[in-house]
């Protein structure tokens, strides 16, 4: 296991209790990759705060912000904060803070808590806050609700859109495979009325089973035949059913439009699943190669995928 896969986390923290399973969450990460942890608290705006005419009020926030987030700190590290873990305190609108600095500062992984609250305030973050900064994450998005990989990571969900190309999907199914010495399980759904192996679900999953388990991972599929449903309530009532310790899905890097069955099917995970979801961020090509840390042979492996296999 290399360590600098996950080399920078960033967690925003409510300072409240339903905010303490993003943070074990991303204490499970430090230890497994040797990561330096931010812990970010975002304090709202109050009224109409302007940090030009009113800099004096801002300093006033973030100062006994810190304060709150420092007691946090300290009282799960039992008194004495670790040097690599930071805090970082911010006046402003949470999501935009959080997607300003996703966007400008090079973390590799972000740890969100899908809970009511980011803060003691009236600003809520729900499912559509996470859907809003996934949407523009060039990074992986990580959320939990009430559950996290405390016990570690043996079985990862991969649901598969055949709507949408898998050539991350795949690099990331043996990526976290590897990693955690995991099994992977593919989960398609069949909706129309057609023969099992000459469908799409199946040709797709079949190839990308081949694929991952050239590279050495344990991978399983199973494709979920229901006529007459939409492949959505498929998937998501399939996955409740399948035992899996974090779920593996598409973000919405390849999203032309809004609101399309693809987009509603991540938005419906984030919203009914109690485990981890690790969702990809948006393409580049820059940064997927550089975190997966790819050798000649992987390289290959993607532009396999990409030219032959999912372009149908």
């Known amino acids: 296991m290399k360590a600098n896969r996950f080399n920078r986390i960033l967690v925003p923290v409510s300072l409240a209790v339903e905010s303490t399973t993003a943070f074990k969450q991303a204490l499970f990460f430090r230890k497994q990759f040797g990561a330096e942890v931010t812990l970010l608290h975002v304090v709202q705006k109050v009224g109409g705060l302007s940090n030009v005419f009113q800099p004096s009020l801002k300093n006033s926030l973030q100062g006994r912000g ?7 700190a300290k009282t799960h590290f039992r008194g004495r904060i670790p040097e690599d873990v930071n805090l970082r305190v911010e006046v402003g609108n949470h999501v935009q803070i959080i997607k300003s600095i996703i966007d400008s500062e090079p973390f590799n992984l ?10 003691g305030l009236a600003e809520r973050y729900n499912s559509n806050s996470v859907n809003q900064i996934i949407r523009a994450s060039r990074c992986p998005i990580m959320s939990v609700n009430d559950r996290w990989t405390g ?8 649901p598969v859109d055949t709507s949408r190309q898998s050539r991350d999907l795949v690099n990331w199914s043996i990526l976290l495979g590897k990693t955690f010495n995991a099994k992977i399980k593919l989960l398609a759904a069949l909706t129309v009325n057609i023969e099992l192996k000459r469908s799409l679900a199946y040709k797709k999953t079949q190839i990308m089973q081949h694929l991952i388990e050239n590279e050495g991972v344990q991978c399983s599929v199973e494709v979920v035949e ?12 399939s996955a409740k059913k399948t035992q899996a310790d974090l779920l593996l899905v598409q973000g919405f890097q390849d999203l032309m439009f809004s609101n399309s069955p693809s987009e509603r099917l991540l938005s419906d995970f984030l919203q009914s699943s109690s485990r981890p979801i690790f969702s990809l961020g948006v393409k580049d090509e820059g940064f997927v190669s550089n975190l997966l840390m790819m050798n000649s042979k992987q ?14």
Not at 66 to 72: A, D, E, P, Q, W
């Open 226 to 237: 229901k006529e007459s449903n939409t492949r959505s309530d498929v998937l998501i009532e």
């Open 151 to 158: 016990s570690g990571i043996r079985n990862v969900l991969v």
């Open 110 to 119: 972000v740890i969100l808590n899908r809970s009511n609250r980011i803060d």
């Open 299 to 312: 390289v290959v492996l993607s532009d396999r995928i990409s030219n032959k296999a999912f372009k149908w």
């Open 66 to 72: 810190m304060v709150r987030l420092i007691r946090f």
